[in-house]
């Protein structure tokens, strides 16, 4: 089988069989075309372990450099793409041969309690604009939503009486997740300024509704990534905080606050949605506070 059709099968499969999200489906649409304008589409069982080196290689001698990071997404998916293609019993190259680069976990960046109070300060605001900027700001404190999570909430998703809502996480997987009442309040006073029908927690107040016929797109308005991540770039520039702070470094605080504060990291993992506990690890070599204090005490 040729590799296109191979790969157009594949994308099926993650798309149907195995619920992949449209994201997830489009990045190994991405990764594996590359990989076939590279190679060429040449039948699968002809692809050697020695061409998928040479896929690597150009990738790392490209004029724009790609991280091992990057590297690495592409190889994880050829990786994928063999082992799906072993289940479908052709013979392949086995995938388990395709060996990954090491990649060095990048240092956690958070912000500590006068950061957030200088952000929070910032956002200070009596427009709709500025106490939906605020109620982002504490939901992410709040929950340690990652912004593809936060963008894609209804505002039926919320219960104000328990406090909690469900939130669709990677591969489709739920968890629970729970409100502050800092972020309760604002969110209630949000929700009450907003004249509109529309289903999108938040959204954009800068187009007028545009008609369909007599429809209008209710969903257009659904505010993006983009601009949750212009919102919060610029409040932590006016806020004068030196770090480069993303809607991930919201993330960050959350966890390493959970944890400082005691809170052990199994549950953490499940309030953060990592599938393995080694992904929540990374938090613990900047939360050990306890530690800090028994070396303070004992040396």
């Given amino acids: 089988m040729q590799l296109s059709k191979a790969l157009h099968e594949y994308l099926l499969y993650l798309e149907i069989e195995k619920n992949k999200s449209f994201k997830t489906i489009e990045n190994y649409q991405r990764y594996l075309g590359k990989f076939i304008d590279f190679l060429g589409d040449i039948e699968v069982e002809e692809i050697q372990l020695d061409d998928v ?30 082992k799906y293609l072993a289940l479908r019993d052709f013979q392949v190259l086995v995938a388990d041969k395709i060996e990954l680069p090491k990649t060095i976990r990048p240092k956690v960046e958070f912000l500590n309690i006068d950061e957030i109070e200088r952000l929070r300060e910032v956002l200070k605001g009596d427009s709709i604009s500025d106490i ?12 340690g939503l990652r912004i593809s999570e936060l963008v894609s909430l209804n505002k039926s998703d919320i219960d104000f009486k328990t406090k909690e809502f ?30 509109d029908n529309f289903k999108p927690l938040f959204i954009s107040f800068r187009f007028k509704p545009s008609f369909v ?30 770090k480069k702070v993303t809607p991930h470094t919201l993330r960050h605080s959350f966890a390493t606050k959970l944890l400082n504060n005691g809170a052990d990291i199994r549950s953490v993992q499940e309030m953060l949605g990592h599938s393995s506990v080694s992904t929540t690890q990374v938090y613990l070599h900047v939360t050990n506070k306890k530690l800090k204090e028994i070396h303070n005490k004992f040396s």
Avoid: W
């Fill in 53 to 82: 080196r040479k896929f690597r290689h150009y990738m790392n001698h490209l004029p724009r450099k790609l991280s091992v990071n990057t590297i690495n997404y592409h190889l994880i998916a050829v990786r994928a793409f063999f």
């Fill in 132 to 143: 939906r900027n605020m109620a982002i700001l504490e939901l992410f404190f709040a929950s």
């Fill in 166 to 195: 469900v939130i669709r996480g990677k591969g489709g997987k739920l968890r629970p997740a729970f409100l502050t009442p800092e972020a309760c309040e604002i969110l209630q006073i949000y929700l009450n300024r907003r004249k």
């Fill in 213 to 242: 016929g007599a429809k209008i797109e209710l969903d257009k308005f659904r505010l993006s990534t983009y601009r949750v991540q212009e919102i919060i770039r610029k409040a932590s520039k006016q806020a004068g905080i030196i």
